[in-house]
């Protein structure tokens, strides 16, 4: 989330995170407070589903601490592969238990079908491509030296995107076309994409707040229209089918965006040892560019050390730290391209899928849609 500067001016996260646990009572006490209009009740718990919970919640929870610590201590550490275990293991238990039930709190046979399916892996995929922006341009401007306080209008810019798409989202959603609004999201994702595409070590914030606004745009604007296609199949199977459905939408955005956020910081990881690898291999000692770059950085160290010698290699390892940046902001330019493709891929893929099925005439939610309508004529 985007947050102000003063609320990690001094280098700590104590302050963010007492931000983000007041937030959260904020949202405890209005549920509390703006009571749910009166409807049918019943007791649909059983103690089974607290074992089920118990096994499916530690396997989230370690497949959490894989993706996130995967990425931080590098994916070769090898007590990683503990809670990985117990990820496999907890989830396979809890899908086996809810299988197997009279009455599971989670519908396994519901949750494998083909939309479904579908349903899950563009929720999965969206949240991955938003890491372009979470991790990729964020990533980049702190790479580059940009500070809290330098990037105020940049996340200003992101918040204006997003609200925008929140009204517009609003007010335009329409049941009988969901397929539409996610096809525009993911478009405007590959133009933020390709738009990034290029950056340079003297890119700044201000290059990237029209990329940045379409894709800040596109990731509110793409959330309304899929949770309402995967409530109206929900709704259309059954109220039973609802926990099934806020299990995988919660799945597809957690894993998605932690999936996303390891998979850009190992790419960017590699592709920067790779070009700083070839830069340096490239470089030649004779070359006079190079050698008055070193030139130019010896003499300006050595106003503070008189040993030639050791200006020499803190000349040279300043260079070479250059190099290292430069490696970094090619890094991060494979990473937009990638995203670009992978995006406009999905972009193609939908598209066709979208426009096949108005040539034929189908609504992918006409079933869904047919039952609910029903159940509103039998009240």
Not at 100 to 125: C, D, E, Y
Not at 148 to 169: E, G, H, M, R
């Amino acid at each position: 989330m985007s947050s102000r500067p003063t609320l990690a001016i001094d280098g700590q996260l104590e302050n963010l995170f007492l931000f983000q646990f007041g937030l959260a009572l904020i949202c405890f006490g209005l549920i509390n407070i703006l009571e749910l209009p009166p409807g049918n009740t019943e007791k649909v718990f059983e103690k089974l589903d607290f074992v089920s919970f118990g096994f499916f919640a530690s396997g989230l929870a370690a497949l959490a601490v894989v993706l996130v610590q995967g990425r931080i201590l590098w994916w070769t550490t090898p007590w990683l592969v503990y809670p990985l275990m117990i990820a496999i293991v907890g989830i396979s238990i809890a899908l086996w238990i809810e299988t197997h039930r009279k009455n599971p709190m989670l519908q396994v046979r519901w949750m494998r079908s083909r939309n479904i399916i579908a349903f899950m892996v563009t929720g999965a995929v969206m949240r991955i491509l938003l890491s372009e922006q979470n991790v990729g341009a964020a990533g980049l401007l702190a790479n580059l030296g940009y500070g809290n306080d330098q990037l105020v209008t940049f996340y200003a810019v992101i918040i204006a995107a997003s609200a925008l798409a929140l009204i517009i989202s609003i007010f335009s959603t329409n049941a009988m076309d969901l397929r539409r609004p996610v096809i525009f999201a993911v478009a405007l994702i590959a133009l933020g994409s390709w738009m990034d595409v290029g950056v340079s070590i003297n890119s700044a914030p201000y290059t990237f707040y029209l990329s940045q606004f379409l894709i800040a745009f596109a990731a509110v604007y793409f959330m309304g229209p899929l949770v309402f296609e995967g409530f109206l199949r929900a709704i259309g199977s059954g109220p039973a089918y609802i926990i099934s459905f806020s299990v995988i939408f919660g799945i597809s955005q957690t894993v998605g965006g932690l999936a996303g956020a390891a998979a850009i910081q190992a790419f960017t990881t590699i592709r920067t040892q790779m070009h700083y690898a070839d830069m340096v291999s490239s470089l030649n000692l004779g070359d006079p560019a190079f050698s008055a770059q070193v030139a130019g950085t010896r003499n300006m160290l050595s106003n503070q050390t008189t040993d030639a010698a050791q200006a020499n290699i803190g000349a040279v390892s300043q260079v070479l730290q250059g190099i290292q940046r430069q490696a970094t902001v090619a890094a991060y330019s494979d990473l937009f391209f990638l995203m670009a493709c992978l995006a406009t891929a999905v972009t193609i893929i939908l598209l066709l899928n979208y426009l096949y099925n108005r040539y034929h005439k189908r609504n992918p939610l006409a079933k869904e849609l047919a039952v609910i309508a029903k159940m509103r004529e039998t009240k």
